[in-house]
């Protein structure tokens, strides 16, 4: 008996030992579990990052009355999910607009509508936000969908006198567009009224639908004939551009050349 | 007498038994519960630092524009969470031009929660009347975050 009782300090020391081991092994693993977790998450987040650096989109603004049609391209390589529109006015007040769900595939257009929450002359900036976190300033892009030049033939008009207009357009998009006459819309204005009724179209060239790929540019010639009934007065030219994707799909793109010509 | 005897040393040799293992049992649990207190603060220190690592890992925020309005003395600022977890601005360093042209860092102490995925804009007002901005300057300012980061930004003045 007593060698039993003996024995007995010597299991209660090995269970202790036992028990520190095993201890001494669950801390490892747990700790080693939580290296692995914030090591993947520290991954997954370097990949998040240098995907943010992938996006790259082409944009354009139409501002038709109240409203804005934004047209986005995505020009990079990978699909760009949308967050948030921000506008802000001259008065520095500040419009979010959430656009969670709305996603530009690669190679693909977006228009996005809003109605501007001020009078267009009194937007400062407007920047649209990416889930990625990317900021693209909308107004003041550099990176456009198309770029247009317009060209007149002569800037002195009288009454009866035909002219041309030549219009430019380079597609800078990564995608093939197609460009007709039935996608462009000229108006003529001055400072207080439209006066797209004084002129006539004769004649466009060419008029039938023209597809032009990624980097290449058209010219098209609208020969205009200005019918009077004004005083002499500057005239500005606003051309909006509606050209279609392969899949249909709609790129706005619009200039405003103040003094475009003048009438006699 | 010598039956006696025997008895005798048995029961002391019992006793000392006993003594050992009592000795052992309380010394043991005093060791164990050491050994348990030190790997219970060693997790919560491993637990901790993992969760400051996530915290900062997690923290993503943009400035997408800042101002200055000159006209009212107020900043705009613009700001975008596009991290994985709400994030708190604790801090902003806006420097001004003191009235004879020292450079003065004015120290906001903010407390402003920018939720996940969430827009928000920021409004400070400069209530000092012997600071102010040459129009059109840039200025660089410095946010703190609640996990300690620093984010520099370079805003404009408008007005």
């Given at each position: 008996m007593i060698t039993g009782l003996k024995a007995i300090s010597n299991y209660i020391a090995a269970l202790i030992t036992v028990t520190m081991i095993f201890t001494a092994i669950a801390f490892f693993i747990t700790a080693s579990i939580r290296q692995v977790q914030i090591s993947n998450y520290a991954l997954n987040t370097m990949v998040e990052v240098s995907e943010r650096a992938r996006e790259n989109l082409a944009l354009s603004s139409v501002i038709n009355g109240q409203n804005i049609t934004i047209t986005i391209v995505n020009r990079g390589t990978l699909d760009t999910p949308l967050s948030h529109l921000v506008i802000v006015s001259k008065t520095l007040e500040v419009y979010e607009y959430t656009i969670n769900g709305t996603t530009v595939p690669v190679g693909g257009i977006v228009n996005l509508r809003f109605q501007l929450?001020?009078?267009?002359?009194?937007?400062?900036n407007i920047m649209l936000i990416t889930y990625r976190g990317n900021v693209f300033d909308v107004l003041s892009?550099?990176?456009?969908p198309l770029t247009v030049y317009v060209t007149p033939s002569d800037r002195l008009i009288s009454p009866g006198e035909k002219f041309n207009i030549s219009i430019v357009i380079i597609n800078n998009i990564g995608s093939t567009l197609r460009i007709s006459s039935d996608y462009i819309f000229i108006y003529f204005r001055n400072e207080t009224a439209?006066?797209?009724?004084?002129f006539v179209v004769n004649?466009?060239?060419?008029d039938e639908t023209i597809s032009i790929e990624p980097g290449q540019q058209v010219i098209l010639t609208y020969t205009y004939e200005y019918v009077g009934g004004l005083s002499p007065t500057y005239v500005d030219i606003y051309i909006l551009i509606e050209p279609r994707s392969l899949l249909g799909e709609q790129v706005y793109s619009s200039t405003y050349v103040h003094y475009y010509l003048k009438t006699t | 007498m010598v039956g006696r005897a025997r008895g005798f040393r048995a029961q002391t040799e019992m006793i000392s038994i006993m003594i050992l293992i009592s000795i052992t049992v309380i010394a043991g649990y005093l060791v164990y519960r050491a050994y348990t207190e030190q790997m219970r603060q060693q997790q919560a220190g491993v637990a901790l630092v993992s969760q400051m690592a996530r915290s900062r890992i997690a923290e993503r925020i943009t400035l997408v524009a800042g101002y200055i309005n000159?006209?009212?003395?107020k900043v705009i600022l613009i700001f975008n969470n596009f991290g994985d977890e709400d994030t708190n601005i604790t801090k902003i360093i806006i420097p001004a031009i003191k009235v004879g042209g020292e450079i003065e860092l004015m120290v906001f102490n903010v407390n402003e929660k920018i939720p996940r995925g969430q827009v928000k804009t920021i409004i400070l007002s400069i209530?000092?009347?012997d600071v102010g901005y040459p129009p059109g300057i840039s200025v660089r300012i410095n946010v703190w975050t609640v996990t300690g980061r620093v984010y520099s930004y370079n805003i404009r003045t408008v007005g």
């Open positions: 929450p001020v009078p267009p002359d009194q937007i400062y892009t550099t990176n456009k439209n006066l797209t009724s004084y004649n466009v060239f060419p | 000159v006209s009212n003395n209530n000092r009347k």
